[in-house]
């Protein structure tokens, strides 16, 4: 285990094209409630850019950021309609993530591996069912550890705070307007 440890602490850096800015929503700093619609689902929190931000930060520290990278990367890859470039994204996801080679391994069951050859003819859906297994195995494994961790804890607290601080600003100005008319 120390070794699987000391040796995903050497690997490169995560491919550049994998990122977790062209989430759907806005910043969580636009939606006080982010760490509330986060503990709600995993679905909620991925769909905030915030939200993969820190649960990527949580990942990385438990040594299996390659999860998240892999489901946004499939994200990405179901969105491309040019052949071409889906052919190409294929495989970099697969030289990336599942081949017995690859720098951000996922771990996926042997039999749910692909044969190399699907990668010639690419479909939007090819990786569906290995990153249904992903979010799975965050969904039941990582994120609830995520929601228990001194991190989201931290970050609750400190919204929490924001949003009392300005609803505190807020009824000096109710109260003047009402004495005011």
């Avoid at 990122?19 to 991925?46: M, P, Y």
């Avoid at 996926?108 to 069912?129: A, N």
Wanted: aromatic share 10%; proline share 3%; charged share 35%.
């Amino acid at each position: 285990m120390f070794t699987r440890a000391v040796s995903r602490l050497s690997r490169k850096r995560p491919p550049s094209e994998i990122n977790d800015s062209d989430n759907k929503a806005g910043s969580s700093q636009q939606n006080l409630n982010g760490t509330r619609r986060w503990a709600t689902s995993l679905e909620n929190l991925l769909e905030d850019r915030e939200g993969v931000k820190r649960f990527r930060e949580f990942l990385k520290g438990e040594f299996s950021e390659e999860n998240v990278l892999f489901w946004l990367a499939c994200e990405e890859f179901k969105k491309i309609k040019d052949k071409k470039q889906m052919k190409t994204k294929a495989n970099e996801i697969y030289m990336t993530f599942l081949s017995s080679k690859a720098s951000f391994q996922v771990n996926v069951e042997g039999q749910s591996r692909l044969d190399e050859s699907i990668l010639e003819e690419p479909h939007p859906l090819m990786f569906q069912r290995l990153q249904d297994q992903i979010f799975n195995l965050m969904k039941y494994d990582s994120y609830s550890r995520f929601l228990k961790s001194d991190m989201f804890f931290k970050l609750k607290q400190t919204e929490e705070q924001e949003e009392n601080s300005s609803d505190a600003q807020t009824v000096p100005k109710r109260a003047s307007r009402i004495y005011n008319t």
